[in-house]
């Protein structure tokens, strides 16, 4: 079984497992936190040198190595992309992220988790972007401390993964509540899969009750931001806090007292059957570590991996496909040349002439296909033919005042019919008001159906959370336009 390490740390500590996995078992070997302690002049140690005592104790300069990323490190945009392939997305996400992302620039990575490809139907992607300079500076620690990334992960996807790997209930609608360190994750797991996460900062670590606070006063904001899986309710079925029974039992009390939903731990060693020698107090926050680990031994992909992002697939090397044909060819030819010597100048000539051709043909091949993906970009950007900024200018007249509705998504998307769909997530003072807002968006090219409409525990004055679908149809004014630019001019012969 291959020996992995997977590590992360935050302004107070190191935290690392050492395990050994392959063939889907995982057995731990070490457990433990180093404190990235300060001078009496206030001086913080440097993070790579206590690294690099957990790297040398270990030997583990050349194992597996899994560095964990915290939320606060990257920068997430939810996608609603036009109908592509999986192999097209990588291109799709990285241009409509270096719009998006405030984070972007030269040198940063993309990686990001679509769902499942529905012939025709829009794409929705969870992209997260890591800028160049904090990569550069995760990479610079590692490097000090002798240490090579295998792969750099995202820590709640990580913990999410673990949970709906070991919970036999994985297709319930769970909040996962994290403690780690002077952070806490807040994680929303629905349908088999991460629906939304948030990572909060915490007061002084040392003083629990604080930190319990701000935990539970963030965990209502958390479920009305996420959105919903099959037009579910917000509600969630239960609240998970990972860590050892005992561990932040005064929050869990305090949640089971003030929560319909079910609340519960989770710990993760018992759960590997890990050994008791490899447990720690307040447990959880090992919990990303032991995910990544899991995922490395069962062989899986990981869902946000910044040192191997999803990409294109190129297509296939024509000339190394030609080189592994032509060892065998050039033994027979060889053999021949050996028998029959006087053929061997001609021989030569006819292979000269056949790389001549293979060059021309490769140079060919190359260049068309840079012109049938121009083509097919052209031919969706006109079937998508939509005066997006006119509809928002005629969506802006219609809709309520923003004292009765408040938008908190807005998507835009076009078919290859020519139609085009507009999706709005938002909060609304009364359920009249949606209704009311239906009617004066409807007209001959727009169709209008709000699919949810529920009334959540107020927060304010918007109590009612609804999503409305916006169907355009191009209008006759477009289709007019279009006769009259591919019809010849008076002035043309037809």
């Not at 990285?94 to 040198?107: K, L, M, V, Y």
């Not at 929050?251 to 609340?263: A, M």
């Not at 409807?442 to 159906?449: F, G, L, T, Y």
Request: overall charge negative; proline content about 4%.
């Amino acid at each position: 079984m291959a020996r992995m390490l997977a590590t992360e740390w935050s302004q107070h500590e190191v935290r690392y497992v050492l395990a050994s996995g392959g063939g889907g078992k995982l057995r731990i070997e070490s457990v433990g936190a180093q404190p990235i302690e300060s001078d009496e002049a206030g001086n913080v140690a440097d993070v790579s040198q206590v690294l690099a005592n957990v790297v040398a104790s270990f030997k583990a300069a050349r194992m597996t190595t899994l560095i964990g990323i915290d939320r606060a490190s990257i920068e997430l945009l939810h996608m609603q992309l036009p109908p592509a392939s999986d192999n097209e997305l990588p291109v799709i996400v990285a241009n409509q992220a270096q719009r998006e992302s405030a984070a972007f620039n030269d040198g940063s990575v993309v990686d990001f988790v679509p769902d499942e490809l529905v012939a025709g139907e829009p794409r929705n992607v969870t992209a997260a972007v890591m800028a160049a300079g904090r990569l550069a500076g995760i990479n610079g620690t590692c490097e000090s401390a002798g240490l090579t990334p295998t792969k750099m992960l995202l820590r709640p996807y990580a913990s999410a993964s673990l949970f709906l790997q070991l919970n036999d209930n994985k297709d319930e609608r769970c909040l996962l509540v994290n403690l780690v360190n002077d952070e806490a994750d807040l994680t929303v797991v629905d349908g088999g899969k991460l629906a939304f996460s948030r990572t909060i900062r915490l007061p002084d670590p040392a003083d629990s009750e604080a930190c319990y606070e701000r935990v539970f006063t963030e965990i209502p904001r958390t479920l009305m931001l996420a959105p919903q899986h099959d037009n579910r309710s917000d509600a969630v079925q239960s609240v998970v806090v990972f860590g050892n029974a005992g561990d932040h039992q005064p929050l869990i009390e305090r949640l089971r007292g003030e929560l319909k939903s079910d609340v519960q731990h989770f710990d993760a060693f018992g759960a590997l059957d890990a050994d008791n020698n490899s447990v720690l107090d307040d447990s959880g926050r090992f919990v990303p570590l032991l995910g990544m680990l899991l995922d490395e031994a069962r062989g899986q992909r990981h869902a946000i991996d910044f040192l191997n992002p999803r990409r294109k697939r190129e297509p296939p090397n024509r000339k190394r496909m030609l080189a592994t044909i032509g060892g065998p060819v050039a033994a027979v030819v060889l053999g021949l040349v050996y028998f029959v010597w006087g053929g061997l100048a001609e021989a030569e000539e006819e292979i000269a002439t056949l790389n001549d051709q293979y060059k021309e043909l490769a140079e060919t091949v190359k260049s068309t296909e840079k012109n049938r993906l121009l083509a097919e970009a052209i031919a969706n950007w006109e079937n998508g033919n939509i005066d997006w900024l006119g509809e928002i200018h005629e969506l802006s007249r219609e809709f309520p005042s923003s004292r009765d509705v408040l938008v908190l998504r807005m998507s835009m998307s076009s078919s290859r019919d020519g139609t085009g769909s507009i999706t709005l997530d938002g909060l609304a003072r009364q359920q009249s008001v949606v209704r009311q807002m239906e009617d004066r968006i409807r007209d001959k090219n727009h169709e209008s159906q709000t699919r949810h409409v529920q009334e959540q525990q107020p927060d304010g004055s918007y109590s009612w959370r609804f999503s409305t679908t916006v169907r355009v149809a191009p209008s006759s004014e477009d289709e007019e336009s279009k006769q009259k630019n591919a019809a010849p001019s008076k002035g043309e012969k037809s």
